[in-house]
């Protein structure tokens, strides 16, 4: 049985650069350990869900590319 996206994300950006991600990676990072059943759909839910508890912010920098920053640190 897998974690919940949310804590894979989590644990994914507290090994990235300080907490910074784009949403190529993670995606990326996510279909290693779960396959190719992970979306980019199910992928904007779980970064909706922490950003909606104030735990990151998504840094929209251009047309196709998302930053994933962490605000909460104690989640590093």
């Known amino acids: ?10 644990d994914i950006l507290r090994r ?3 907490g910074i991600a784009r949403d190529s ?3 990326k990072e ?3 350990l ?11 839910r779980a970064l909706m869900e922490l ?3 104030k735990i990151i912010y998504v840094e929209p ?5 998302r930053l994933i920053h962490v605000i909460d640190r104690t989640y590093l």
Do not use: C, F, H
């Not at 049985?1 to 989590?10: C, D, G, K, S």
């Not at 779960?34 to 904007?44: A, F, H, P, Q």
């Open 51 to 53: 950003e909606l508890r």
């Open 61 to 65: 920098v251009k047309k196709n590319l």
């Open 34 to 44: 779960y396959g190719k059943e992970v979306t980019l759909k199910d992928l904007n």
């Open 25 to 27: 990676e993670l995606l």
């Open 16 to 18: 990235k650069r300080s």
């Open 1 to 10: 049985m897998y974690a919940p996206l949310t804590v894979i994300i989590l």
């Open 30 to 32: 996510l279909r290693k």
